[in-house]
Every structure is written in structure tokens, then in C-alpha cells.
């Protein structure tokens, strides 16, 4: 019903910057947040940045100053501008979209299928 596309990972040296991009699209009447989430190997899934529809940003505090989301209601998007990226951010990245599919149904969450972001020192 709802799919969330992700793009934009890749290998990239210490110091460096990588955009990410979600495009969400199928059966939505409206979405609340929109954030990246990312899981390391040997770790929790953890909330990197995430936007609400009015704008409000929640940033990690490891990537606070480096980090930028940004959102296109219209378009059902968000993007992640990682700046100054270290060896520690390397994770998988998860676009996640907390919608509702119709005026009656209840706000649920979805995932992309996650895009792979290295970072090398």
C-alpha cells in the first residue's frame, strides 16, 4: 500500500558529505513525521533526524551541527544532508514515515528497505 524508496548512500571518505533521499508514494492521506533512522552492525536501530509537517526537526546528538533534514509535503519527501561525516556514522540508513492511508485509519509506520552509507578514515 505504501512504499518508501530510499537513495542516495555510498562510500565516502572521513570529512566528507552524502545526501540522502526518501520518496514515499502509494496509499497516503497524510504523514505526520518523517525521519532516518540507522543500525550499525552489533547495534539498536536509532533515530539519526526525523521532521514533522510543520517543520520541526529532532536531531541525535552525535550528529547535531552536521546533520540537516529537510522535507516537501507536497511531494512526500525527505532528505538527509550529512556534512563532516566520521567512521562511526557508517550504518545502514532507514527512511521512516509515520502516516495515516485514510481520514479514518490510525497513524502507523513505515520503512524504506534501507541504503548503506561508509564512511572510511
Known amino acids: 500500500q505504501v512504499q518508501l524508496v530510499e537513495s542516495g548512500g555510498g562510500l565516502v571518505q572521513a570529512g566528507g558529505s552524502l545526501r540522502l533521499s526518501c520518496a514515499a508514494s502509494?496509499?497516503?492521506?497524510?504523514?505526520?513525521?518523517m525521519g532516518w533512522y540507522r543500525q550499525a552492525p552489533g547495534k539498536q536501530r536509532e533515530l539519526v533526524a526525523d521532521?514533522?509537517?510543520?517543520?520541526?526537526?529532532t536531531y541525535a546528538d552525535s550528529v547535531k551541527g552536521r546533520f540537516t533534514a529537510s522535507r516537501d509535503n507536497a511531494k512526500n519527501t525527505v532528505t538527509l544532508q550529512m556534512n563532516s561525516l566520521k567512521p562511526e556514522d557508517t550504518a545502514v540508513y532507514y527512511c521512516?514515515?509515520?502516516?495515516?492511508?485514510?481520514?479514518?485509519?490510525?497513524?502507523?509506520?513505515?520503512w524504506g528497505q534501507g541504503t548503506q552509507v561508509t564512511v572510511s578514515s
Open positions: 521512516n514515515a509515520d502516516l495515516r492511508n485514510n481520514f479514518y485509519d490510525d497513524w502507523n509506520d513505515y
Open positions: 502509494g496509499r497516503i492521506f497524510s504523514i505526520r513525521t
Open positions: 521532521i514533522t509537517s510543520g517543520g520541526r526537526t
